[in-house]
């Protein structure tokens, strides 16, 4: 069964506006690692933020943030001043020990950043 | 600090030969995690080396098998291809076992087409 879910396959969005990503995870496990990879044409997995299980304040990282809601296993990424180099693939992803730590990934999210 | 090298970036078989792709992850990094994309089923886990040993399988056939040196580079291996193995094999990178709650770092993967 599907364990993290990335509800928008596409999103559009005007150049220097605010972006969220959704995702939203399942897991039995209360130690678990949550992260977000960005993914442009080239292919390569671009690691942008991390957020553990039992971190108290969310993950921040230059213009990105996470949104971490954990009642509601709710790790949305926040990218602010959004910007025409931010068109890529978004996946999020967690590791847990119930899959003996193996990252599983979500579908991904299309962003387009409009100019 | 050299990121994960994958090599080669690009390759072209023919159905019924095998590969073998290269990973060189980031030095003092000990896991070793491949992952096969490709559009209709998205990122799937093939499996994660530690110190020269399969931590992990994801469910692929025997035709798919690696190996990891002590020097922590890995090799993956794809036997009698099939048109099916077209996809990009993506590398991840961490320190290791015990280390859950960590990033993974990624190579620029290399694209397999099998024609």
């Known amino acids: 069964a599907q364990k993290i879910t990335q509800t928008q396959p596409g999103m559009f969005v005007q150049e220097k506006e605010a972006v969220t990503l959704d995702c939203t995870y399942d897991?039995?496990?209360?130690?678990?690692?949550l992260f977000w990879y960005k993914q442009p044409s080239s292919g390569e997995m671009i690691f942008l933020i991390y957020q553990g299980s039992y971190d108290q304040q969310n993950a921040t990282e230059g213009r990105y943030s996470l949104n971490f809601q954990k009642a509601r296993k709710s790790a949305n990424l926040v990218i602010s001043a959004s910007q025409l180099g931010d068109s890529a693939m978004y996946f999020c992803?967690?590791?847990?020990?119930?899959?003996?730590?193996?990252?599983?990934f979500g579908k991904g999210t299309r962003l387009h950043i409009l100019p | 600090k050299a990121g994960v090298t994958q090599t080669p970036r690009y390759l072209i078989k023919t159905r019924g030969q095998q590969v073998t792709l290269s990973c060189s992850p980031i030095?003092?990094?000990?896991?070793v995690s491949w992952y096969q994309q490709t559009p209709g089923q998205g990122l799937q886990f093939l499996f994660e080396y530690f110190s020269e040993t399969q931590r992990n399988k994801g469910n692929f056939p025997g035709r798919f098998s690696g190996r990891q040196f002590s020097n922590s580079r890995s090799e993956m291996n794809v036997s009698t291809l099939e048109l099916g193995d077209s996809a990009l094999y993506l590398c991840?990178?961490?320190?290791?076992?015990?280390?859950?709650?960590?990033?993974?770092?990624f190579g620029q993967g290399t694209r397999l087409t099998v024609v």
């Open positions: 991840a990178s961490s320190i290791g076992q015990g280390t859950m709650n960590t990033e993974a770092f």
């Open positions: 992803a967690m590791r847990d020990r119930n899959r003996d730590d193996k990252i599983i």
């Open positions: 030095s003092g990094h000990r896991s």
């Open positions: 897991t039995s496990d209360p130690s678990y690692g």
